[in-house]
């Protein structure tokens, strides 16, 4: 067929692409089209313990194979290269990946699947073209070596990154096809451009699958779960404006606020995709505390003191907006005086929550609200019922 995944005894897994970029529709019986791509990459990147499969057959060279490499010397692979085939092994991370469309031998550097230090280290990934067999130019045509397939091996061995590795040359590719897919996110509000389902979750406590905490125990590190679309706010994600990040730590980053209130308006992240600060495990909490008291330290020595708000309604990525003020011009007394003043107003019942008490008790994961910390560690409350204005810890 056009496609397909062989998996051998052994536990190798060869996938490929058969004929040429299809230049019309229907695709022609020699040709591929994007839905053979769009499949074969579905049907592997489904599994959720998918990291990558050991070859990769194409005919035609990946487009762009150069790009942070060696020179493909005569090759120009964005004249003959297939935009297909790249993102095909943008996706599947083949260790090897073959092809021999153009009748010409080149090793290109391996290259990275993981973007240094903001994802683990995966495997590396080698595109390798041969030319034709017994051509008369004696260009090599046989590829030797020997192969462990990724599932027998040593997690720590399969991620070593040989001397000469370099960055990925699809990323580029793939993040300009995500791009063009999904709008650029508003200024203000990125979060209310994501698919979310409020009442799903509402009220109700996650599936417990044992490695979820209870409420008695301390909470378990466990992978943060995946965004259901494009989010801004996951570091490894494309679409993270990294110009605005001020500092990443293990779990957490810190980020200018993108139209913050002030310049100085910064937000805690966590690295991972976590909703809110219910959601976090305890490893990621104790450096949110670290970056709050950094972050409390440093403001002191600007003559500020900060507040600090997060939202958990229509919004998918935790976001703690830290907003620092002239400590001669407020107390912080006065700072909770106008939340409660202006949530009074509005008819938003905001309730202080003792200090030592953690959020977590005062709230399920999943449950929408709005929460004030002030800098002395004092907490204000709202559960959210209905609706909530998107933009009231801004206006306060
Ligand atoms: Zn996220």
Redesign the pocket.
């Known amino acids: 067929g056009r496609r397909g995944l062989y998996s051998g005894a052994s536990g190798l897994q060869i996938a490929y692409l058969s004929g040429t970029e299809a230049q019309q529709e229907p695709a022609p019986a020699y040709s591929f089209s994007a839905k053979d791509v769009a499949e074969l990459k579905m049907s592997l990147l489904s599994t959720p313990s998918f990291k990558g499969v050991d070859i990769l057959l194409t005919s035609p060279w990946p487009w762009g194979a150069e790009t942070f490499g060696n020179s493909a010397g005569e090759i120009d692979t964005k004249k003959c290269g297939s935009k297909l085939v790249s993102d095909l092994a943008a996706s599947l991370k083949p260790r090897y990946h073959f092809a021999a469309l153009e009748k010409a031998y080149y090793e290109r550097l391996p290259y990275r699947n993981h973007t240094v230090l903001q994802e683990s280290p995966q495997h590396v990934s080698r595109f390798i073209a041969l030319a034709e067999v017994g051509n008369p130019g004696k260009k090599k045509y046989l590829y030797a070596f020997s192969i462990v397939p990724m599932s027998m091996m040593d997690p720590a061995e399969l991620v070593k990154q040989p001397q000469d590795v370099t960055e990925n040359p699809y990323r580029k590719l793939q993040k300009a096809a995500q791009k063009s897919r999904t709008p650029l996110p508003a200024e203000e509000e990125p979060a209310s451009q994501f698919f979310f389902d409020l009442k799903k979750h509402q009220g109700k406590k996650r599936p417990s699958d044992g490695k979820e905490r209870g409420n008695s125990q301390p909470k378990q590190a466990r992978k943060p779960p995946q965004?259901t679309g494009p989010?801004w706010?996951?570091l490894a994600?494309p679409e993270v404006e990294k110009h605005l990040v001020v500092s990443i730590g293990t779990h957490c980053y810190l980020a200018l606020a993108k139209g913050g209130l002030l310049p100085d308006h910064v937000l805690i992240l966590p690295i991972g995709?976590y909703q809110s600060v219910v959601d976090l495990s305890s490893d990621v909490v104790e450096e949110v505390i670290k970056y709050k008291s950094a972050l409390k330290e440093f403001f002191k020595s600007k003559g500020k003191r900060y507040v600090l708000f997060e939202r958990n309604y229509r919004s998918?990525?935790l976001q703690l907006q830290v907003v620092p003020l002239p400590l001669d011009q407020c107390t912080s007394e006065e700072i909770k005086e106008s939340f409660i003043a202006q949530a009074e107003e509005q008819q938003i019942e905001l309730l202080e929550i003792p200090e030592h008490t953690d959020i977590t008790q005062v709230v399920q994961s999943g449950t929408p609200y709005f929460y004030v910390e002030l800098d002395t560690g004092e907490k204000l409350f709202h559960r959210i019922r209905g609706r909530f204005p998107l933009h009231f810890g801004r206006s306060v």
């Open positions: 965004p989010c706010f996951c994600s995709h998918q990525h």
